[in-house]
Structure formats: C-alpha cells, structure tokens
T-cell receptor, first 113, second 115 residues
Framework: KQEVTQIPAALSVPEGENLVLNCSFTDSAIYNLQWFRQDPGKGLTSLLLIQSSQREQTSGRLNASLDKSSGRSTLYIAASQPGDSATYLCAVMAGTSYGKLTFGQGTILTVHP | DADVTQTPRNRITKTGKRIMLECSQT?????MYWYRQDPGLGLRLIYYSFDVKDINKGEISDGYSVSRQAQAKFSLSLESAIPNQTALYFC??????????????FGPGTRLTVL
C-alpha cells in the first residue's frame, strides 16, 4: 500500500526566505507526483505535476524535484511572500492504483511580514 | 462560474440523520471522486467513478454510498450519520488523459458536522 509522508507538518518563516517542503513515498512505481495548494474555504489547486520520467518541474518561484529511486520529492519556494501562506499537499499516482491519488497529510506554511 | 461546485458548503446535522452531498462539474470530465479530509490525515478517497456506469470503493467507503446521476453529477450519501464522519468533504474530477499527466480538479469542499 502506497504511503505518503510530508515533513514538516507546519512551518513559519519570515517574508523573503527560501524554503523547502519535503515529501516521501513508499512505492516507487508511480505515474506522477503532484503538489497542490489548499487555501481555507477553497478547494485544492494543482501547482506542479512531475511525470515519472522527469526529475523536476518549475513554475515561477516554485520548483519541485522528484527522486523515484529514493522515494522523495521536494518543493522549493523562492523568496517567500505572505500570499504563499497555505497548506501544501503532496500526492502520488501509483502504478497499481490507476487514476487515484494518494495524499500526504500536508504542510501548513505561514509566511509572516 | 466555478468548474466544480459542491452543495451544501456547510452542514450541521444530528447522529442518525441521512445526508446527501452533491457535486456538479462543467469540465466535461468522465472521472469523479469523493474524498474526506481530517486534520493531520490528508485526503482519503471514499468512492470514485470513471464513467456513469462505473462506481468503485475507495479506501474508506464504509458508511457511505454514492450515485452517479449523469456525467456531470456525483452525489455522496451518509445513510445514518455518526459523529466520526465530521470532516471536510471534497469532490474532484479528472479527464481521460495520459497516465503520467493526469491531474485532478477540486471543488471548494463541504464542511460537515455531525452532532
């Protein structure tokens, strides 16, 4: 059974800092790994999707990496802003569960001015 | 207008009551999903449907049932609600795309409280 773990559970940083969120998964036979953002009262928004054959994806100040062999992914946020405050969720689509995502428990990020 | 909508957005009910949560989408996607989110546990899959005639149990389906009334509509029912079903419920959709690029689109969620 695929398990996804995110560290840390919560993170508070001052504005302008670069930060890293971590995600690990137990089954390396995945189709893709995705990072989502969740804001209070709103649904999840997809930030980045890394295909199983890729090593990283970038979108603006966000960069996500994938190391399938070690079962790890990181989400790097450069020059953090208060508007980045949200819960960040990692999810994997495993080869044995086509079309279904397994989520980590999330990292609650607070960026204070 | 939002692509994936959920009604109601908030609901408080009592133990033993029957509750239905509804999800509608305008994205034209075939696949639809119901998740629940509990503090510290992430999202867990309750049921999913890959087309109108297809219904599948997720990892935590006990105490829930679903109905796929049309391509655009997927309802979740709690036949006899209990307090540990208090959670945030999300509906999601995805397209029949390539396996490695498949992502999901989420509704805003329904906060359900069972007293």
């Amino acid at each position: 059974k695929q398990e996804v773990t995110q560290i840390p559970a919560a993170l508070s940083v001052p504005e302008g800092e670069n930060l890293v969120l971590n995600c690990s998964f137990t089954d390396s036979a995945i189709y893709n790994l995705q990072w989502f953002r969740q804001d209070p009262g709103k649904g999840l928004t997809s930030l980045l999707l890394i295909q199983s054959s890729q090593r990283e994806q970038t979108s603006g100040r966000l960069n996500a990496s994938l190391d399938k062999s070690s079962g790890r992914s990181t989400l790097y946020i450069a020059a953090s802003q208060p508007g980045d405050s949200a819960t960040y969720l990692c999810a994997v689509m495993a080869g044995t569960s086509y079309g279904k995502l397994t989520f980590g428990q999330g990292t609650i990020l607070t960026v204070h001015p | 207008d939002a692509d994936v909508t959920q009604t109601p957005r908030n609901r408080i009910t009592k133990t033993g009551k029957r509750i239905m949560l509804e999800c509608s989408q305008t994205k034209g996607h075939d696949r639809m999903y119901w998740y629940r989110q509990d503090p510290g546990l992430g999202l867990r899959l309750i049921y999913y449907s890959f087309d109108v005639k297809d219904i599948n149990k997720g990892e935590i389906s006990d105490g829930y049932s679903v109905s796929r009334q049309a391509q655009a509509k997927f309802s979740l029912s709690l036949e006899s609600a209990i307090p540990n079903q208090t959670a945030l419920y999300f509906c999601a959709t995805s397209d029949l795309g390539h396996l490695t690029t498949d992502t999901q689109y989420f509704g805003p969620g329904t906060r359900l409280t069972v007293l």
